[in-house]
Nanobody, 121 residues
C-alpha cells in the first residue's frame, strides 16, 4: 500500500518562502512521476508542478519562476520549494504519484492527504 505524507505547510507573509516535502512509503518512487496539485478555498484542485522519473519538470504558468520541484529517490521523498509566495497561493497542497508525468489528476491513483499553505498579505 502506497502512502504519501506531505509536510512543511504553514502560515507565511507574502513574498516569503516555504518548502514542502512529500515522503513516500510502500513503494519506491524512482520509477514514478511525482506531481503537486493544490486546492484553494471554494475552488477546484489544480495542477502546480510535476517531475518525471527522468527529472524532466513542468510547471503551471502561475508558479513558473517561483516554485521548484525536485526529488530525492534515495530518500523516497519529493519536494516543492515555493518562493515569492502570494496570497493567491493559499491552498491545500497535495502530492501525488503517477506512472508518467502529467498535469491531469483524473487518472492519478496515489494521493497524499495534503498540507495547508496560507499566505497573508
Amino acid at each position: 500500500q502506497v502512502q504519501l505524507v506531505e509536510s512543511g505547510g504553514g502560515l507565511v507573509q507574502a513574498g516569503g518562502s516555504l518548502s514542502l516535502s512529500c515522503a513516500a512509503s510502500g513503494r519506491t518512487i524512482s520509477s514514478y512521476a511525482m506531481c503537486w496539485f493544490r486546492q484553494a478555498p471554494g475552488k477546484e484542485r489544480e495542477f502546480v508542478a510535476a517531475i518525471a522519473s527522468s527529472g524532466i519538470t513542468t510547471y503551471a504558468d502561475s508558479v513558473k519562476g517561483r516554485f521548484t520541484i525536485s526529488r530525492d529517490n534515495a530518500k523516497n521523498t519529493g519536494y516543492l520549494q515555493m518562493n515569492g509566495l502570494k496570497p493567491g497561493d493559499t491552498a491545500v497542497y497535495y502530492c501525488a504519484l503517477n506512472g508518467i508525468i502529467t498535469t491531469l489528476q483524473q487518472n492519478i491513483v496515489y494521493w497524499g492527504l495534503g498540507t495547508l499553505v496560507t499566505v497573508s498579505s
